[in-house]
């Protein structure tokens, strides 16, 4: 009796122990970058990807800019965070730009690289640089357009009650708007919203 | 971390006479846990005593990523770190310290069945440390302080967001901190949303016996939204001279972040009953006033200054006090258990196993005063207005001296704000 009793304790640990070191073991899997992945409630890269697809298609399509033949060109004048969370909000303008240049629709101006062009102006016009390769000054294009906005958040907690669960909801709104800067006219805007609700347990170990 | 030592010498004391196995087999489960429980706070020990010593870069490197911690104590090192790289003027590796303790705060968001458990048959030092809630929302003010001095806008205004909702969480013992609210509404400022900033300035005016050091900021911003009876009422509490500084418009502002004094620590109140109950609660001693006077001067000039001041002994201490009802019941609860077990121990074992047992609970029994340690006892937020050219000296008169600080570098351009932060010691 007693050595089953003892044989059977032997075999359960070999057995819980190897489930241990099972679930313990590393892994790792590549993600399509269509994957909607969501741990939590909280902004996540599916998100910016819907963000970016749903603004660029009616930007392209239905703004009065979109049958401009002369491809305006526009200044990212970046998007305000107004969330409670730390998101880097160029990552979302980046990709707006990245798709509107690919459509060949409109023309960017970098102003990321300002502050490098004029190093680079500055140097050409310094004395090294032979007179017959260097740029012209006063050649750079003005922006015609500013495309600007802002991400909001609104988030709601479920009330106290009993429960192992609690439930948190969050509302997530960019808006987009193009602005023309000669006449300070809002000429297009449109936005996008996500909404999405995460449980997460009370009590673990 | 001091009573832990103490403790342990004890115990050896207690096991030096004793030949039996069992009781030795206890002796060594105790020496193990009170031992581990020391190491782990041996690097932070270190590196308060380095900071409170003027050598703050020892201090850091004490709390260096090399060195192991355990998962116990690694909010207070994140806080602790966070708090001297600030010090230090490091402000993106303290951004990056905070953002890693606010992370682990809301990874903190449930109970581990486990980990209380231990806690009910232990103490509260085997626990994760959560911080108390005035900690947690001082996390949150010290990553405003380093975002505002980096100028990013939207990042301070999402601390603002975070430090918000712990106010609204624990609204009464936090109803003190002046000085996170007062950032919570220059953040807002910032960018923009003037409303959001009215609306907490008006609330920083409700709760401060005197609304003097806010009124200018409710006028100036009453008057842009068209709240024509309240900006009449806040007047009144504006000086003429400041008046005149609020209609210029090409006045730029010196915002300065003064921490003052040492922070308070938590020590251990005992209760002891027979036959060997013990009962160990944590409180806050204060180790300074953190009173101080601050002095703004250009070129010996002294500037008019609106400042606006948080006593962190006393939003401590109503911290502690707000969770008081669940430390003693936490508290009763395993008194509880300790003396179920030891009764059941000495039904079936010899007498000296049970003695041993009790001793040992006994002794084990140690209010959890883990706290955030580098923390001033006062934290100040002066609002100057500073000509364009300016050569400011800011002069401290405290129990500790008089410190006389230039600013070196200050830089203003019209309609501008510049932040700095300061800190002394004493």
Redesign the interface.
């Given at each position: 009796m007693m050595k089953s009793l003892l044989r059977s304790t032997f075999f359960l640990t070999l057995i819980l122990t190897f489930c241990l070191m099972m679930s313990c073991t590393a892994t790792t899997r590549t993600i399509s970058p269509d994957e909607a992945l969501h741990y939590d409630e909280s902004y996540g890269f599916a998100d910016k990807k819907v963000i970016v697809d749903k603004l660029v298609e009616p930007l392209l399509a239905e703004s009065p800019l979109s049958h401009a033949t002369d491809r305006p060109i526009i200044i990212v004048y970046g998007i305000?965070?107004?969330?409670?969370?730390?998101i880097d909000t160029s990552g979302i303008t980046d990709d707006i730009r990245e798709e509107l240049i690919k459509a060949g629709k409109f023309r960017f101006i970098n102003e990321t690289q300002r502050e490098n062009i004029a190093k680079e102006v500055s140097y050409q016009y310094g004395g090294p640089v032979s007179p017959g390769t260097r740029i012209q000054r006063a050649r750079q294009a003005g922006a015609q357009y500013i495309l600007s906005g802002t991400l909001r958040s609104i988030e709601k907690k479920e009330p106290k009650q009993v429960r192992f669960k609690k439930k948190d909801y969050k509302y997530y709104k960019l808006s987009l708007e193009l602005t023309d800067i000669q006449s300070s006219l809002i000429e297009w805007a449109d936005s996008v919203e996500i909404i999405r609700e995460a449980s997460?347990?009370?009590?673990?170990? | 971390m001091s009573c832990i030592s103490h403790n342990r010498n004890r115990i050896r004391t207690v096991s030096a006479g004793s030949e039996h196995p069992v009781s030795f087999l206890y002796f060594i489960v105790v020496w193990a846990f009170l031992f581990f429980a020391g190491c782990a706070a041996g690097p932070l020990r270190d590196a308060r005593n380095a900071f409170y010593s003027n050598r703050p870069l020892d201090a850091v490197s004490a709390l260096s990523d090399a060195k192991p911690f355990s998962r116990q104590d690694s909010l207070l090192v994140s806080m602790e770190k966070g708090l001297i790289l600030h010090h230090l003027g490091r402000y993106e590796e303290s951004v990056r310290e905070f953002l890693k303790a606010s992370k682990q705060m809301a990874l903190q968001d449930i109970i581990r069945v486990g980990e209380q458990t231990l806690s009910l048959v232990t103490t509260d030092w085997v626990t994760e440390y959560k911080g108390e809630y005035s900690e947690q929302l001082w996390v949150h003010t010290y990553l405003m302080m380093n975002f505002l001095i980096l100028r990013k806008h939207d990042s301070a205004l999402v601390e603002a967001k975070k430090a918000l909702k712990v106010l609204e969480k624990h609204p009464k013992p936090l109803s003190g901190d002046y000085f996170t609210r007062s950032l919570i509404a220059l953040c807002y400022e910032n960018v923009g949303d003037i409303n959001d900033a009215y609306i907490e300035y008006r609330k920083l005016a409700k709760l401060m016996r005197d609304p003097s050091p806010v009124a200018s900021p409710l006028y100036r911003l009453g008057m842009r939204l068209g709240f024509s009876d309240e900006v009449r009422q806040y007047k009144k509490f504006i000086p003429k001279s400041t008046l005149s500084l609020l209609a210029d418009r090409s006045s730029a502002e010196l915002i300065l972040f003064v921490g003052l004094g040492t922070g308070p620590v938590k020590v251990s109140d005992n209760i002891v009953a027979p036959p060997s109950i013990r009962l160990s609660f944590p409180s806050y001693s204060e180790r300074s006033t953190g009173s101080a006077e601050v002095t703004v001067l250009d070129s010996s000039r002294r500037l008019p200054a609106s400042v606006i001041t948080t006593d962190m002994n006393a939003v401590a201490r109503s911290s502690l006090k707000d969770r008081a009802g669940k430390i003693i019941a936490k508290e009763t609860a395993r008194a509880a258990i300790k003396e179920a077990m030891t009764r059941a121990v000495e039904r079936k074992n010899d007498e000296i196993v049970g003695i041993l047992l009790r001793a040992a609970l006994f002794l084990m029994e140690e209010a959890d005063t883990r706290c955030w340690q580098t923390l001033p006892a006062s934290l100040k937020l002066l609002r100057v207005p500073v000509s364009r050219a300016c050569n400011i000296k800011v002069v401290i008169r405290s129990p500790g001296g008089v410190d006389e600080i230039t600013l070196p570098d200050l830089k203003v351009y019209p309609g501008q704000r510049v932040y700095r932060s300061l800190r002394v010691n004493y």
């Amino acid at each position: 009796m007693m050595k089953s009793l003892l044989r059977s304790t032997f075999f359960l640990t070999l057995i819980l122990t190897f489930c241990l070191m099972m679930s313990c073991t590393a892994t790792t899997r590549t993600i399509s970058p269509d994957e909607a992945l969501h741990y939590d409630e909280s902004y996540g890269f599916a998100d910016k990807k819907v963000i970016v697809d749903k603004l660029v298609e009616p930007l392209l399509a239905e703004s009065p800019l979109s049958h401009a033949t002369d491809r305006p060109i526009i200044i990212v004048y970046g998007i305000a965070n107004r969330t409670s969370e730390h998101i880097d909000t160029s990552g979302i303008t980046d990709d707006i730009r990245e798709e509107l240049i690919k459509a060949g629709k409109f023309r960017f101006i970098n102003e990321t690289q300002r502050e490098n062009i004029a190093k680079e102006v500055s140097y050409q016009y310094g004395g090294p640089v032979s007179p017959g390769t260097r740029i012209q000054r006063a050649r750079q294009a003005g922006a015609q357009y500013i495309l600007s906005g802002t991400l909001r958040s609104i988030e709601k907690k479920e009330p106290k009650q009993v429960r192992f669960k609690k439930k948190d909801y969050k509302y997530y709104k960019l808006s987009l708007e193009l602005t023309d800067i000669q006449s300070s006219l809002i000429e297009w805007a449109d936005s996008v919203e996500i909404i999405r609700e995460a449980s997460k347990p009370f009590i673990g170990w | 971390m001091s009573c832990i030592s103490h403790n342990r010498n004890r115990i050896r004391t207690v096991s030096a006479g004793s030949e039996h196995p069992v009781s030795f087999l206890y002796f060594i489960v105790v020496w193990a846990f009170l031992f581990f429980a020391g190491c782990a706070a041996g690097p932070l020990r270190d590196a308060r005593n380095a900071f409170y010593s003027n050598r703050p870069l020892d201090a850091v490197s004490a709390l260096s990523d090399a060195k192991p911690f355990s998962r116990q104590d690694s909010l207070l090192v994140s806080m602790e770190k966070g708090l001297i790289l600030h010090h230090l003027g490091r402000y993106e590796e303290s951004v990056r310290e905070f953002l890693k303790a606010s992370k682990q705060m809301a990874l903190q968001d449930i109970i581990r069945v486990g980990e209380q458990t231990l806690s009910l048959v232990t103490t509260d030092w085997v626990t994760e440390y959560k911080g108390e809630y005035s900690e947690q929302l001082w996390v949150h003010t010290y990553l405003m302080m380093n975002f505002l001095i980096l100028r990013k806008h939207d990042s301070a205004l999402v601390e603002a967001k975070k430090a918000l909702k712990v106010l609204e969480k624990h609204p009464k013992p936090l109803s003190g901190d002046y000085f996170t609210r007062s950032l919570i509404a220059l953040c807002y400022e910032n960018v923009g949303d003037i409303n959001d900033a009215y609306i907490e300035y008006r609330k920083l005016a409700k709760l401060m016996r005197d609304p003097s050091p806010v009124a200018s900021p409710l006028y100036r911003l009453g008057m842009r939204l068209g709240f024509s009876d309240e900006v009449r009422q806040y007047k009144k509490f504006i000086p003429k001279s400041t008046l005149s500084l609020l209609a210029d418009r090409s006045s730029a502002e010196l915002i300065l972040f003064v921490g003052l004094g040492t922070g308070p620590v938590k020590v251990s109140d005992n209760i002891v009953a027979p036959p060997s109950i013990r009962l160990s609660f944590p409180s806050y001693s204060e180790r300074s006033t953190g009173s101080a006077e601050v002095t703004v001067l250009d070129s010996s000039r002294r500037l008019p200054a609106s400042v606006i001041t948080t006593d962190m002994n006393a939003v401590a201490r109503s911290s502690l006090k707000d969770r008081a009802g669940k430390i003693i019941a936490k508290e009763t609860a395993r008194a509880a258990i300790k003396e179920a077990m030891t009764r059941a121990v000495e039904r079936k074992n010899d007498e000296i196993v049970g003695i041993l047992l009790r001793a040992a609970l006994f002794l084990m029994e140690e209010a959890d005063t883990r706290c955030w340690q580098t923390l001033p006892a006062s934290l100040k937020l002066l609002r100057v207005p500073v000509s364009r050219a300016c050569n400011i000296k800011v002069v401290i008169r405290s129990p500790g001296g008089v410190d006389e600080i230039t600013l070196p570098d200050l830089k203003v351009y019209p309609g501008q704000r510049v932040y700095r932060s300061l800190r002394v010691n004493y």
